[in-house]
Nanobody
């Protein structure tokens, strides 16, 4: 079975930095989408930054120039380097994996448990 483990969240002051990690374990054959979404209190979950098939990325306009997504394919791990953090970045950050895995599921598409990021003024 596939498991997504997220880490790196915490409390920082405005202007500070955090680095999030998401490690996928299990029998993963192909990754189609892997990256980060976030959900602030009272708001819908939104895309932050993801890798698509072939290595292209989708990055939200609100974080361009401040956040960088990277990956280690050998470890099936993605990272989110967050710089110049703002209070409006406060949210629970979720890792998403869509791909082909061992077992009968035609397409795996699931989320990690989430990690809290809080940015204070």
């Amino acid at each position: 079975q596939v498991q997504l483990v997220e880490s790196g969240g915490g409390l920082v002051q405005a202007g500070g930095s955090l680095r999030l990690s998401c490690a996928a374990s299990g029998s993963i054959f192909s990754i189609y989408i892997m990256g980060w979404y976030r959900q602030a209190p009272g708001k819908q979950r939104e895309l932050v930054a993801v890798f698509n098939s072939g290595g292209s990325t989708n990055i939200a306009d609100s974080v361009k120039g401040r956040f960088t997504i990277s990956r280690d394919n050998a470890k099936n791990t993605v990272y989110l380097q967050m710089n110049s953090l703002k209070p409006e970045d406060t949210a629970v950050y979720y890792c998403r994996l869509q791909g082909r895995v061992a077992g009968p599921v035609p397409l795996y598409d699931d989320w990690g448990q989430g990690t809290q990021v809080t940015v204070s003024s």
